[in-house]
């Protein structure tokens, strides 16, 4: 397999790695070395890869970083009770322009996919989803991207794509694979009232800073429906990170940011997880931690997934029948897990993109406000979605 783009960990973080106990993350994680080469991919779950790259960044001043404090403070971490095979392959550097990058990073995330290897991204600027989503070009008819995020990043489309415009990118440009996106966490006063009524048009989701403080558990149903999930470290507070990464008083905190990251390893759909806006300084501990524990928790998540949607088998699931305004709304929930889903109907006459009963995952509250006569509101989106 070809990885020539992948530079390996370097010799400062393996020689503070071989200090850690042999109890440390560190020590259970085949590393990419000068000396040992990539490691085998054979049964690997997971994949971290680093990327260097942030020239798109609309604040970029020519600026060089590297990894090494992120993987210093995930090294020293304990493993939980986990069963699963984790790899770091190092980093992909700059390419001669900003698209090689990007084509490196696609091919990167297309294998580890097909191999059913979940890439964790450690990146620059959060552009770099742009590239991930295209690794999905053949894989799957249909990506749904999750972004955590205090902007939507839609941006003008029309100007060459930097990280706070990708979003317009990948709605816009062939071929046309984005069937949902959301945003977790936005602040309405980072957002043009535009770019609000455009994600209203194009039923997107988005859930205010505030929604998500107050109910966490609003995540878990929009992470089980996603692909891609994105995270901009600019979505957290200002308190919870070091000088230089400060963006906002604002923002998630330490502990809201790491049970979104859980929320997105549980999910069964989740395939490639990216981690951006990463801007290292000397005194840095704080955000290299925090990275560290964001990825420690989605591993977590990944290692606690349970196939609960196989709906085929009447023994693993409820179903529910209620009406709403003469629209039959039929759930599901999984004996299993408790967990809901709602179904959006196929609609013959029209060019149904998914062609077949979907099952969208729900809250329990959905059932509870569909049975008082209130349509959830993914519900809707998605069925509009559907009938574009």
């Not at 042999?22 to 997971?46: D, F, M, R, V, Y």
């Not at 699963?84 to 392959?89: G, P, S």
């Amino acid at each position: 397999m070809n990885f020539n783009f992948l530079s390996p960990v370097s010799d400062l973080v393996l020689a503070h790695n071989e200090l850690l106990s042999q109890q440390a993350l560190g020590k259970k994680i085949k590393i990419h070395s000068k000396q040992n080469g990539i490691p085998e991919l054979e049964n690997a779950h997971l994949a971290i890869i680093g990327v260097l790259e942030n020239r798109n960044d609309i604040n970029y001043i020519g600026e060089e970083f590297n990894l090494d404090d992120i993987r210093k403070s995930l090294y020293s971490l304990y493993p939980g009770n986990w069963h699963k095979t984790i790899v770091d392959l190092g980093d992909i550097n700059k390419g001669e322009s900003v698209e090689d990058t990007y084509f490196a990073l696609k091919t990167t995330i297309s294998i580890l996919v097909q191999k059913n290897i979940i890439p964790i991204i450690i990146g620059g600027s959060q552009d770099l989803t742009y590239a991930n989503y295209r690794a999905y070009d053949d894989i799957a008819p249909m990506v749904n991207i999750v972004n955590v995020d205090c902007r939507f990043d839609l941006g003008d489309s029309a100007k060459p794509i930097k990280n706070d415009s990708f979003v317009g990118k990948i709605i816009l440009d062939k071929p046309y694979n984005l069937f949902n996106y959301a945003t977790i966490g936005y602040q309405t006063y980072f957002n043009s009232q535009e770019e609000i009524d455009l994600m209203d048009k194009l039923y997107f989701e988005s859930y205010r800073l505030g929604q998500v403080s107050k109910d966490i558990t609003i995540v878990e149903p929009v992470m089980r429906d996603a692909n891609i999930v994105s995270i901009d470290l600019n979505s957290v507070k200002a308190s919870e990170v070091s000088g230089i990464q400060k963006a906002s008083p604002n923002g998630l905190d330490g502990k809201e940011i790491c049970a979104i990251s859980r929320y997105a390893g549980i999910s069964n759909k989740v395939s490639s997880l990216g981690i951006y806006e990463y801007k290292p300084s000397k005194n840095n501990d704080v955000t290299a931690m925090l990275i560290a524990q964001i990825i420690w928790y989605f591993i977590e998540g990944v290692s606690f997934r349970v196939k609960d949607d196989d709906f085929l088998n009447d023994n693993n699931y409820q179903k529910f029948i209620t009406l709403v305004d003469e629209q039959e709304l039929i759930f599901y929930k999984s004996k299993k897990t408790q967990r809901w889903w709602i179904e959006i109907p196929f609609l013959s006459e029209i060019n149904n993109k998914l062609k077949r009963h979907t099952l969208l995952p729900c809250m329990h509250q959905d059932y509870i406000d569909a049975c008082n006569s209130k349509l959830p509101d993914r519900w809707y989106k998605a069925f509009q979605k559907n009938c574009l």
